[in-house]
């Protein structure tokens, strides 16, 4: 029946499609590349082409590979295909090229044994090229005594990116320089057409090629530094994300075996963006497509959208791929465009036209001239507008009020959007829309170190620092710190304290702004009379700095970090904050960044970490974070690159001057490459290139627009200087003698919002904030059992812990249960990587001591040497205990993402024990068995006085119905689930619980899967469940967090109140 539907809804979106659309949708087998222009449904042809393939083949969806591009990419590929085949398209797999080299690394993690390296950071990365420019010989070109000695740093590091995501070798690109510097002499660049001065036509401009030469010998030098930094990546065991893709052709390449793992398992590879994909990317794509498996290859793209490749390269695949398959290729032309009217469709080519690099100027017989084919815009002669405004802010007034208009007139928000080439121009904006009050919906990076909360910590942290380094020398940041709002003390009383500090300094008496606070704090009042005392908030201040001050001694930085966010009242005040969402993520940020700097150097104290901080911030080194404002409902805020993909009905292209556009080209782009690095490109000149991207650029923004397209300029800057219109308003006009549009907006208005941008921005809602934010998780949500005990326990729980996601520090315990269970992984591993032979328990033994040296950063020496000592001790019995008696036939750290019932599962599965086909699912424990009543309680299947059941009875049926559903392997069966304690009873014994599982258990956790999904996606997570000891129903009443309480009223049997749900 549910294949009858698909068939039905297939069916209907099939004749929807065009006389080309169809033709690369029915081309079921083969290599397929489609050109497709903008607007011409190319996401709507992978989705159809995907639910053909799943129809009229024997292929399952686990056997499809969708390549995009994007994490965006990936996310709305899976929102189309869920819209056109439902649930199966959790099983198709759609990744990114690193998502995807990531999940063969992980599966395959003893063939790669990069367990020991870690990802490099910014700061790191930083540190190891100015080690590699410290050791730069003498007569290297890139060396400098004075000024920026660290100069190159950047020019570097862009030039090693570009190898690593190229595949170039050091070989290659000397090649490619010595041939391009030998032609120099007869490019025609490069050579007189005229008679000049003491030159003749045909005569060598010698000084531009020495020029020439110069750039090719700085280059050269840099070449050869690449592998003096790849050593010192290596000798550091650092790595970073181009490496991963390096990784897996090299493993493809050196593994026969292992390709073909992969290659045998995707019968169908699907590759969208294709024009941007990089040289490493692309050989993934070559390695994985086999014809003994491979029944096709389809790859989608437009090279005149190519606006993220290396310059130079936007026709390099595809032309490459062409060439490649050229006896078996099918190529399909997209040219009916179902988004823009013909008039915005003629400018845009009139722009991309005068690009030479394109696929129609290198395939034969190819054409790409788009028209509108959309029933609803045909006829429709909507010109573009052009419109000049005398200054920036004028400008800015236009879009701001024709917005208003459009949006009195009846336009809905969503279909309008303001595009521009840089970011800065859309935060000004911003500020213009606010005044008008209308909502938009925007993306920009952020630097967290520098956000006022996250600053605010920082400077907790060097006052403790600098305090427990040498006391009463931190007062300058104390009497700031004791300003921060979340303290709550009066202003006025920091101010009389500081004079009295001065005071006593004044007269020679040794004191500080610190201990004057203490002492005020334990002195007694001498009399009624006296005003000795502080006040209840200073004084709490005072405590819990001091308290802060002894911890920096006895507790990891993670923990003290902790105690920052939660005793002072920092997360109370975001949580009662109108912007609660963005700061916790700030704070979580920040967080992260914190374990990161930890895990790098177990043995960080706060002293260093405060050094590091600050040498981030001296070397402009960002701790990035992505800020969403609004939602997609509102107006569309977008940088170009932004925009690609998308679509509105209303265009304003904003800020179109030439300083903004075609001056960027004069600005230095670190190393010149030789135009032969990519073949397609050899006879282009290097600012002709360039010109070629922006016209690419320019192409994608205006082919955003549906009906109308605004592109606005201003004459003048801010300074007053005057600003020339982009060389693209001037080719527009030629060609289509479209009549400029002056805009002059009145003082009055002028000054108002001038007025407005020094006036405090209007906030929005809370309530849509926290609708914004919480849809955003919704939409993406995967249920786990994690998230289902939440839930049952507690909504509150789940909306701090899965939602909000409140940040945490890895504790003691959390640390040693993972080093448990990483040991006893590894233990399984090398069992099969020996020939079914257990190793002898002192790998055991040295495994878990890695793991617990790799994260030392969680312990504090005492419990470091504790949990160390104890580890040895319960393992070893361990081993003893079980080592002849384990099951061999097994597979450890198991992540599996099924369906059940339309909603998203998934899980990470300790160990599955085989029988057969039969499974026992085994799950580590690490803690104290001895509580016996709560061990018990969460064993126990539903009863009356726990009608939901206990967390481990629904874990183990979570799990059967999660192996059960699998269709990576459907043959896979559940008989039981054992809950292993690792640690012994007080009795010394070790101690199994296991689980068998009934079909009444599968229906009625089932039943609770599909019920919580259903209350999660239908926002039910505000109220509590009010028990005295539940953590977050005691941190909203403690801080007032509920908007209303429910009292309790109805008495069980026993006549105990039933506890109330917190609102």
Known sequence: MQKEKQLEKFNTIYQQLNQQQQKAVDALFGVIMVIAGPGTGKTQILSARIGKILLETDTLPQNILCLTYTDAGTFAMRKRLLEFIGPEAYKVNIHTFHSFCNNVIQDNLEVFNKRSLNPISDLEEVSLYKELIDNFKKDNPLKRYRGDVYYEINNLKSLFNAIKKEGWTKEFLLERIESYCNNLPLDE????????????????????????????????????????????????????????????I??????????????????????????????????????????????????????????????????????????????????VVLVDNYRSVQPILNISKTIIDKNEQRLINKIPNLSKNIVTAHKDL????????????????????YISTKIQQLLQEGTEAEKIAVIYRENKYGDVLATYLNHAQIPFYSKRQINILQEPLIAQIILILEYLAA??????????????????????????????????????????????????????????????????SISKELKQACQILEQFITDVSNCTIQTLLENIISHTGILAQVMQGTQKHFQLK????????????????????????????????????????????????????LTVHGSKGLEFEHVFIAGTVAHVWESKRKASRGFKLPNNIFLTSAQLHADDDHEEELRRLFYVALTRAAKHLYISYYQSKNDGKLAEPSMFIAEIIDAYQIKTQNYISSPEVQLEFTLAQFSSKAQPKLEQIEADFVNRIVEKFVMNVTALNNYLKCPLQFYYNNIIRVPSGRNEAMEFGSAVHHALDMLFKKMQENNNVFPSKEVLIADYEWYLKRHRENFTQEQFDRRLEYGHKILTNYYDYYIHSFNKIVTTEKNIRNIVDDIPIRGKLDKLEFNGNVINVVDYKTGEYEKAK??????????????????????????????DHNTTNPNWKVLSTEFDFVEPNTKNEFVKEKINISEADITTVKAQIKSTWQKIQNK????????????????????DLASTYIEPEEVD??????PPPIA
């Open 250 to 331: 090299t493993a493809f390449e050196k593994h026969p075996y292992l390709l073909e793992e992969y290659s045998s398992k995707y019968n169908h590879i699907l590759v969208d963006e294709y024009q941007d994909t990089s040289g490493t990317q692309n050989r993934i794509i070559e390695l994985l497509y086999e014809p003994n498996y491979t029944e096709s290859i389809f790859v989608v793209g437009d090279d005149d959208q190519s606006i993220y490749r290396f310059q130079g390269a936007n026709v390099e695949n595809m032309l490459g791929f062409a060439q490649t398959y050229l006896q078996q290729l099918q190529t």
């Open 467 to 532: 305090e427990h380094d040498v006391p009463y020398e931190g007062d300058e940041m104390l009497f700031e710190i004791l300003h921060f709002n979340f303290w709550n003390i009066k202003a006025i009383e920091i101010a009389q304290l500081t004079t009295e500090v001065a005071t006593k300094r004044f007269k020679e008496e040794k004191t500080s702004l610190r201990a004057l606070i203490h002492f005020k704090s334990i002195e007694p009042s001498k009399d009624l009379f006296s005003s000795n």
């Open 189 to 248: 660049n490069y050579i007189y057409k005229r008679a000049y001065k003491n030159f003749k036509a045909g005569d060598v401009k010698q000084h531009l090629i020495d020029e020439e030469l110069n750039k090719m010998e700085r280059l050269k030098a840099a070449v050869n530094e690449y592998e003096h930094f790849i050593n010192l990546m290596h000798t550091k065991s650092l790595y970073d994300f181009n490496d991963m893709i390096n990784w897996v």
């Open 586 to 637: 700030l704070l979580t940020g920040f967080f992260n960044f914190i374990k990161e700097e930890t895990a790098r150097n177990p043995n960080l104290n706060l002293k260093e970490l405060v050094a590091i901080i600050e040498m981030m911030q001296d070397e402009g080194i960002a701790l990035s974070l992505v800020e969403t404002i609004g939602n997609e409902k509102n107006i569309n805020l």
């Open 934 to 963: 709560k061990i018990k309680k969460s064993l126990d299947a539903p009863n009356d006085k726990n009608p939901n059941g206990g967390d481990y009875w629904r874990q183990a049926v979570f799990y059967k119905i999660l192996i």
């Open 378 to 397: 045909i006829g429709l002669t909507n010109e573009p507008e052009i419109i000049a405004c005398n200054t920036e802010q004028e400008e800015l007034i």
């Open 1053 to 1058: 049997e026993n006549n105990e109140l039933i």
């Open 1020 to 1039: 039910e997570f505000y109220i509590g469940c009010g028990k005295e000891d539940c953590k977050w129903c005691n941190f909203v009443k403690t801080y």
